[in-house]
């Protein structure tokens, strides 16, 4: 029978390594600031965890049921905000360290949310339009409870697109009453999404890189670029660093890489890309193993596909000098750790592809106002907060002597402990 201690202090949980990872991330540098440690346990805990069960009517006829999570870290910057994922390898664990990491990202750039983030076990390009949106009208209509334009906000990641967002507006919409733009960002233009939305988590990536590069006398131009994962943050940064003379002798998805030393034609990439759903065969280079991609000869490598690619084992054989993560929590702590020995600059997850929910804030106040801005106020204002960040994060990185994801982290854990501590607890 359980003793009241057993029930004070149940048995351990056994974590993922992505969970542990991202834990670790956090306590390393929560120890090292002289911040009330009581609030410790408060930050490495989410605020609510949901898990849902999705029933759909597939194409055939037959019912199958879909796991569903959302997580809500913490809030007390302001509404919790973070995309929604679809994909096989989707668990709890994955996102309850992703809502964790958004909370740390939405602090470190300044904007007033907190971090959220959710996902739905399933293969979105094994589903067909209808049962896809039919899932994401069950899903919807299950997390209803607890989401909302003043409450969790939540926008596409990996498996979810400009569509999935629409049948999100339009469902929570129906739901009630009336049209609600700000519940839900990276919606298409058309339905009040925000011009740039799309592009926008490539484009910080593409800014973070031209202001590190500065800090080393250097440019865009002419550096040999990697990129891993060529879907919605891989295919717009390479474009857009492309487009700025960076020479992208490589990039891959899932099924392996091409690599071309003269440049792989970016646009024709991501036209193949779009009508084959896979890299595969494209003729504009030759394949490679992902591996070979990522360890291969080149000034800039940018991960851009899923968690914990860069692993130790890779980590020794890196031969970029700058590490952009555009995903989310690529580089394993171990990995990491290697790659500074070794010299090389990580510019971390939570400053490399925060261009993304930036962008979605700005549609998220459009959206609130119903008033909506040029292209180039939103590249202008995403370039402003992208750069003021990388800057704060640079002279912190100065100050405590320390690389940048440390740095990065000692400015949005001490944002988020300030705004804790401030409130209180409640009651
Ligand atoms: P996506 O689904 O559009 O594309 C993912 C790409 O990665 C695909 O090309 C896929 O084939 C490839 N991929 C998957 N596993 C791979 C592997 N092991 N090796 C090589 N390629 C692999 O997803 P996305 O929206 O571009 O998101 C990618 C990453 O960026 C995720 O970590 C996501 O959380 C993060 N992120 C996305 C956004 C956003 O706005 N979409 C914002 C911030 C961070």
């Keep these: 029978m359980a003793t009241q201690t057993d029930l004070l202090h149940p048995v351990a949980e056994q974590h993922s390594n992505f969970w542990q990872n991202a834990h670790l991330y956090f306590d390393r540098v929560f120890q090292t600031m002289n911040l009330e440690q009581a609030w410790r346990p408060v930050l490495s805990s989410p605020k609510r965890v949901l898990t849902v069960s999705c029933p759909i009517r ?3 006829g037959k019912i199958q049921v879909f796991t569903g999570y ?3 870290h ?3 910057r302001g509404p919790f905000k973070g995309g929604i994922r679809y994909d096989a390898s989707v668990n709890r664990d994955e ?3 992703l809502a964790m990491l958004q909370t740390w990202k939405n602090a470190l750039v300044g904007l007033p949310y907190g971090g959220a983030k959710g996902g739905v076990v399933c293969e979105p390009k094994k589903l067909s339009l209808g049962e896809k949106e ?3 009208r069950r899903y919807t209509s299950e997390i209803m409870p607890i989401v909302g334009p003043n409450e969790d906000i939540p926008a596409p990641d990996a498996g979810t697109d400009a569509q999935v967002m629409s049948w ?4 929570y919409s129906m739901m009630v009453g009336h049209q609600e733009l700000g519940c839900v960002t990276g919606k298409p233009v058309s339905l009040g999404g925000s011009v740039g939305r799309e592009e926008a988590t490539g484009r910080g990536v593409m800014n973070i890189l031209r202001k590190f590069l500065a800090t080393q006398n250097k440019q865009i131009e002419g550096s040999r670029v990697v990129v891993q994962g060529f879907g919605n943050v891989g295919s717009h940064a390479a474009r857009l660093i492309e487009q700025r003379g960076g020479v992208v002798i490589g990039i891959s998805d899932k ?3 091409i690599f071309n030393e003269k440049g792989v034609d970016i646009e024709e990439a991501i036209a193949y890309y779009k009508t084959s759903g896979s890299l595969e065969d494209f003729e504009g280079g030759d394949s490679i193993s992902n591996e070979e991609l990522i360890t291969g000869e080149c000034d800039v490598l940018v991960p851009a596909a899923m968690e914990s690619t860069i692993t130790e084992a890779i980590a020794t054989h890196i031969k970029a000098r700058v590490v952009v993560e555009g995903a989310n929590g690529p580089t394993t702590p171990k990995a990491d750790e290697i790659l500074r020995e070794n010299g090389v600059t990580v510019l971390p997850d939570i400053l490399a592809n925060a261009g993304g929910v930036t962008v979605s804030y700005f549609e998220w106040v459009q959206g609130l106002q119903n008033f909506f801005w040029e292209k ?3 590249e202008d204002e995403l370039q402003k907060v992208m750069e003021r960040a990388f800057d704060a994060v640079n002279a912190k990185a100065d100050e405590a002597d320390c690389d940048y994801r440390t740095a990065a982290y000692t400015i949005a854990i001490g944002r988020v402990t300030e705004a804790c501590r401030l409130k209180g607890l409640f009651p």
């Design 134 to 136: 039919r899932l994401t």
């Design 95 to 97: 996102v309850m360290a």
């Design 74 to 76: 913490n809030n007390a």
């Design 70 to 72: 959302r997580v809500q």
């Design 168 to 171: 999100y507006l339009d469902t």
């Design 58 to 60: 597939m194409d055939d």
């Design 255 to 257: 099924n392996g890489g």
């Design 376 to 378: 180039k106020q939103v």
